[in-house]
């Protein structure tokens, strides 16, 4: 227990030792837990207190005391408003370090492993080689500003305000072009932003999608009603900043007061509903509302790492659990006797199957429902025409897996399970149910998909014993 009472207002100081989910700096001042927004592991500061709740408290940086030897200038000017990239400041080799020791800690202290096996099986951290410019999504939020015109740019962490900016690092540098585009055909139609307080005006978001390797783009719009003056203005003036890949133009409408950035719909006003990419090897049609991996780039490393860990041979049965649209199933296909795929959102699983088609891939089938359910219809008795997988795959949320679908994969004794997780703490936690459930920790490997946040992903397998 803390020996001290705080209170708002009070002076701290403390030494930063952590970063929490979001990206805040750890500390403890007293024995007491702080998190801090822009601080960094081995910061030495000085912050406000700003809440406390009965076992950690919320601090304002106030002062850098003694900047950590990991500090540096973010490229970003806003990055310390904006919520995106709360370690830009941080150097990429320090921010590497501080995943793959994230990744070890859990195993360790939630999974139970000894120090020297982790040690032996934990593989060094998959970086980018340039971690800028990396992700091919972006949904930039439209208000109107105090100068009585719009705005794009994004949100300030945890709140509604938007913080202009005409570039940011991590997309594609074109987009402030194709920002400015959209604003400028606002500004001579006389169209206004969308207000969250009175429900009025008409752009609510603007969605810049990219293929990496297609080269393809598609700009979509959402908008607080259904239609858009001057749709042929919007058009030109887009083609006019990307002449040969700007292959979509559509409006998403959503009149709902809401956090929920897309409608249920789309509407295409030039070219297709979608654009086309390439990643892992399968061809993907992607749509306004599709889900896609946002870093192409690390996703072809870590699910090929998912690949190699899998070790098919050609003949295998695979059961890919929380498959999203097929990434995974598709690009194990090639090399498996057959695939099934299991994602609960319907719309992935429509997504799945047109990928398959359009990669002529005849050995994947998928299924909607939830994975702790459908996996109980495959159990041994249930359904006797259904092959037993020899390698099963899961690539869960940040939750993790469901103990019942733990149990039923430990019921069905595949060879192989490769883990494919984005949250170190409910894998280890789920790998310890797996060792004794007669599992071993063959491998690991950390992946960076997200530079400059603090999320890191990793791949295991398993191997029964
Ligand atoms: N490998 C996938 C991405 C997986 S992300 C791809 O490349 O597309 C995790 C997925 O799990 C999401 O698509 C989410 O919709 C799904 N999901 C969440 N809870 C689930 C559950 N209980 N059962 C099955 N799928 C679930």
Not at 55 to 73: D, H, M, N, Q, W
């Amino acid at each position: 227990m803390a020996e001290k009472i705080f209170k708002k207002n009070d002076e701290i100081t403390l030494t930063v030792t952590d970063i929490s989910d979001d990206g805040a700096g750890i500390g403890k001042s007293d024995g007491f837990i702080f998190f801090v927004k822009n601080a960094l592991p081995g910061d030495e500061i000085r912050a406000k207190v700003m809440k406390v709740t009965k076992s950690y408290g919320f601090a304002r940086l106030t002062e850098v005391i003694k900047p950590s030897a990991g500090r540096c200038k973010a490229g970003c000017v806003v990055s310390e408003k904006c919520g995106g990239c709360t370690l830009q400041n941080y150097r990429y080799d320090e921010q590497l370090r501080f995943k793959f020791n994230k990744v070890k800690n859990d195993l360790i202290r939630i999974g139970g492993y000894s120090e020297e096996e982790i040690n032996a099986k934990l593989c060094d951290i998959v970086g980018m080689d340039d971690p800028y410019r990396y992700r091919n999504k972006a949904q930039y939020p439209v208000r109107m500003g105090k100068d009585g015109k719009p705005h794009a740019g994004f949100f300030a962490g945890h709140t509604h305000s938007v913080i202009e900016t005409d570039d940011c690092l991590i997309e594609p540098e074109i987009n402030a072009s194709l920002l400015r585009a959209v604003i400028s055909w606002m500004n001579k139609n006389h169209v206004k932003a969308y207000d969250e307080e009175s429900g009025k005006g008409l752009v609510r978001h603007v969605l810049i999608r990219h293929g990496f390797v297609s080269g393809e783009c598609q700009v979509n719009l959402v908008i607080n009603g259904n239609k858009i003056p001057d749709e042929i203005g919007l058009i030109n003036a887009l083609k006019e900043v990307m002449p040969e890949n700007l292959k979509s133009v559509t409006l998403c409408p959503n009149t709902k007061n809401d956090n929920v950035i897309l409608g249920d719909s789309y509407r295409t006003i030039y070219g297709e509903g979608y654009i086309t990419d390439t990643l892992v090897g399968i061809r993907f049609r992607i749509s306004p509302l599709s889900f896609y991996q946002v870093n192409p780039v690390q996703t072809e490393k870590l699910y090929g790492l998912a690949r190699d860990y899998a070790g098919l041979a050609g003949e295998e049965e695979v059961l890919d659990l929380y498959c999203g649209i097929g990434t995974i199933s598709l690009m194990m296909a090639a090399k498996a006797g057959h695939v099934t795929g299991v994602e609960i959102v319907d719309r992935a699983i429509k997504d799945a199957k047109d990928n398959a088609k359009i990669n002529d891939i005849r050995n994947a089938e998928f299924i909607t429902g939830a994975a702790e359910d459908v996996i109980q219809t495959m159990l041994p008795g249930a359904d006797e025409k259904r092959r037993k997988p020899d390698v099963v795959v899961v690539d869960p949320p940040r939750k993790g897996c469901a103990r019942s679908c733990i149990d039923a994969i430990l019921t069905l004794a595949p060879s192989r399970v490769v883990y494919v997780s984005c949250n170190p703490s409910t894998l280890a936690r789920d790998l310890k149910i797996f060792r004794e459930g007669g599992y071993e920790l063959m491998k690991a490997t950390p992946v960076d998909m997200f530079p400059h946040s603090s999320h890191v992903e990793t791949v295991v397998l398993l191997s029964r014993v």
